[in-house]
């Protein structure tokens, strides 16, 4: 089952993802997390994402903004270590909060707690309109930066940040594409030399079959969202995930799962 899920889950999310600059790590996230630990599920959507990351880079990798890639995606790398790093010191703190339900004693983690409100904030960014409509001025690219790669890390979903940020780049919509790409690598370079510890330390737990066919799930689905440019649209696929979104994170805070 686990198969089916997350490979359709990468499948829709990369495609997704292509055109609206996230979406495949704000997915696989809480899909991971119904099968593994939720550090062990942040680490392997970081490896999938990266993987995806690259080969989207042969898609559409020339009409990458240097200039954008140097104010932007450079804060983010030192950001997003920060944010890996302060994720691998709350993984084990004590649980908050512990209670009884249906006969099971259900148990409120530290790193659950902040995982779940921070995708419930992040999902807020494609249910409120005034959140979804949000954009910044270029002078304030560096700042995006530095938020994009401290959230990249410690939750591994940094994309809506990122394009309220470059929205207002003046980019074509290619060159805004082929850069969020080539910045989402460098993020996902700097938090992955974080997991590794975690990675190398929870080899028995990884299905690294999984992990490939989760991959080549998503290079197709890049790669059809690439056919698919110019005539899709997504804001209502976008709303769907992000109710679907906060239902797990709900779920996550009180400690159901």
Same mark, same amino acid.
């Given at each position: 089952m686990e198969y089916i899920v997350?490979? !359709?889950?990468?499948?829709? %999310?990369? $495609? !997704?993802?292509?055109?609206? %600059?996230? $979406?495949l790590g704000t997915?696989?996230?809480p899909v991971f997390g119904l099968f593994f630990p939720i550090p062990i599920a942040i680490a392997l959507t970081a490896i999938v994402h990266f993987l995806n990351n690259i080969?989207?880079?042969?898609?559409v990798g020339k009409h990458v903004d240097k200039q954008v890639i140097y104010r932007f995606?450079?804060?983010?790398?030192l950001a997003a270590f920060i944010g890996a790093y302060i994720l691998s010191l709350i993984t084990d703190m004590d649980p908050l909060y512990s209670y009884p339900l249906m006969g099971k004693e259900m148990v409120i983690m530290p790193v659950k707690l902040i995982i779940g409100l921070l995708l419930m904030f992040f999902a807020l960014f494609d249910l409120i309109p005034a959140l979804a409509n949000l954009q910044f001025d270029k002078k304030y690219l560096p700042l995006g930066g530095l938020l994009s790669g401290f959230f990249g890390g410690l939750s591994g979903n940094q994309g809506a940040l990122r394009s309220a940020f470059l929205i207002r780049a003046n980019l074509s919509k290619e060159s805004y594409i082929a850069t969020g790409v080539v910045i989402a690598c460098l993020i996902d370079i700097s938090r992955l030399s974080v997991y590794s510890k975690q990675i190398f330390a929870s080899y028995e737990h990884f299905n690294y079959s999984l992990v490939i066919a989760a991959?080549?799930?998503?290079?197709t689905g890049a790669y059809v969202g690439n056919k698919l440019l110019k005539k899709i649209t997504v804001k209502a696929l976008q709303i769907i995930v992000a109710i679907m979104l906060f239902?797990?994170?709900?779920?996550?805070?009180?400690?159901l799962i």
């Open positions: 997350i490979c !359709l889950v990468a499948l829709i %999310g990369s $495609g !997704l993802t292509l055109f609206s %600059g996230f $979406g997915l696989l996230v080969f989207k880079l042969f898609l995606g450079l804060p983010s790398i991959t080549l799930s998503a290079f239902i797990f994170a709900i779920l996550l805070i009180a400690g």
